[in-house]
DNA sequence: ACCTCGTCGTTTGTATACAGAATACTGAAC
DNA sequence: GTTCAGTATTCTGTATACAAACGACGAGGT
């Protein structure tokens, strides 16, 4: 049964399992924004109680990805300009945070290997068009940062952040017909300064492309909401 | 009974109440690091059930106020100059994002005088040496910066992040003769330069005020933990 | 005396039962 | 036809019941 699958998957505990693959669900679009959640249905889909579900939607509101109204509902979380706009704000300086971070770890120059397998994957990814391999090769990316900042609190706020983020890029990617990727080469330096411990540059370089990202992906939101409601 | 105190409180919900009280109980020091809780335990204090205090434990757990082991148990979570460190290097960033972002607002200039209001209660409590009262003003004029910020993503980051770095500020208070106080200078420079709509100037004033707090908190912070394991 | 294994108590994790609130639906009045 | 009131249903929130895991304690062996 499903129960089995949840208990085995890696979390070990269904709440956390649960958030997983609801929060997968929603950032890759499988569920709307605004589709109403039950909890018995949650429930009911996934072979357990209410109680562990109740957990899961405790933990997925504080990632932004759905919105709760007492007594009144659970709904898979809106999106929005300004709510974009806000989580890449703070992402922009977060993960500025975590590569200058990164790049003091006495650990960054070992983690060369890592990094270069991650290049390699980024390209081929890339080259075969398989966009959410991409996305997926560049989040591993970030929590090989997150972990080189070894500051667990930096990356508690990161990962809750990214989630929001990769479901916008995603959105974005599924609504435009370019491939709103990011540059490889400007990782790539990225991972480089950040081996070199050279911090300054790791910060900069990370807070220009973040940057980047945020205005690409922002004028395909941008497009598809003001279509939305002219 | 407790319980009717639980439900009249403004949070109206059971466990926000009670990770509200729970969380101030932790951060001025009345429940003590590594504290070990069971959830019987708490939720015969309050009255309740097991239900409502298990949501409340995975908030404060959030907040990075109680540390969880599965099944193992559950602890007020451990101080450590290294988490500090952690949690004001994220708080550095985002409050200096907030401060931009709220002299940004358009709002900011008929916000003067709550600015004010707050400004003499700064300084009546640190006269009085009710440092408990000054430091509830400082963080009511945090609140209102996020309020102004308008952007409930950034306010959710700081708020976590204020009741960690107010309960290290509360911590090193308690163990050092002198009142670690923020300059109220400071503070009111930066209310005005956020009224003017200075926000380049608001971002650097509240950047060097928060570091100037990281500091002086730390120094306290340092002592202790080095003469606690020598 | 120390280490190991088994049993017991405690505590978390999950399932279920129940109460109350919010919404949807039905019917009647204007 | 529209609107308002009353009822019914559905869903959340809380309480309780049950199962399984972890740790502590003690007995037995080396």
Chains 1, 2 share one sequence.
């Not at 990164?102 to 081929?124: G, M």
């Amino acid at each position: 049964m499903t129960t089995t699958s949840l208990t085995t998957e890696i979390g070990t505990s269904i709440p956390e399992n649960l958030a997983r693959l609801i929060g997968a669900d929603i950032t890759f679009g499988r569920l709307a924004a605004w589709t109403r959640l039950t909890e018995e249905q949650v429930a009911n889909t996934y072979n357990v109680s209410r109680s562990p579900v109740r957990e899961a939607i405790r933990l997925l509101e504080r990632d932004g990805l759905i919105a709760r109204s007492s007594r009144r509902g659970i709904w898979v979380a809106p999106l929005s300009l300004k709510d974009f706009d806000g989580v890449y704000a703070c992402r922009i300086a977060l993960e500025a945070l975590a590569a200058e971070q990164a790049a003091r770890s006495p650990h960054a120059a070992s983690t060369r290997p890592a990094f270069d397998r991650l290049l390699t994957r980024l390209r081929t990814t890339l080259a075969n068009g398989d966009t959410v391999g991409f996305f997926e090769a560049d989040v591993e990316g970030s929590e090989i940062i997150y972990d080189l900042a070894d500051n667990p609190t930096l990356r508690r706020l990161l990962l809750s952040l990214e989630k929001q983020a990769l479901r916008y890029r995603y959105f974005a990617y599924q609504h435009s017909a370019e491939v709103t990727a990011l540059s490889v080469n400007a990782t790539r330096d990225i991972y480089a300064r950040i081996c070199e411990g050279d911090h300054a540059r790791a910060r900069a370089l990370t807070e220009t492309l973040i940057k980047d990202i945020w205005q690409s992906t922002r004028e395909v939101l941008a497009d598809f909401f003001s279509e939305k409601m002219p």
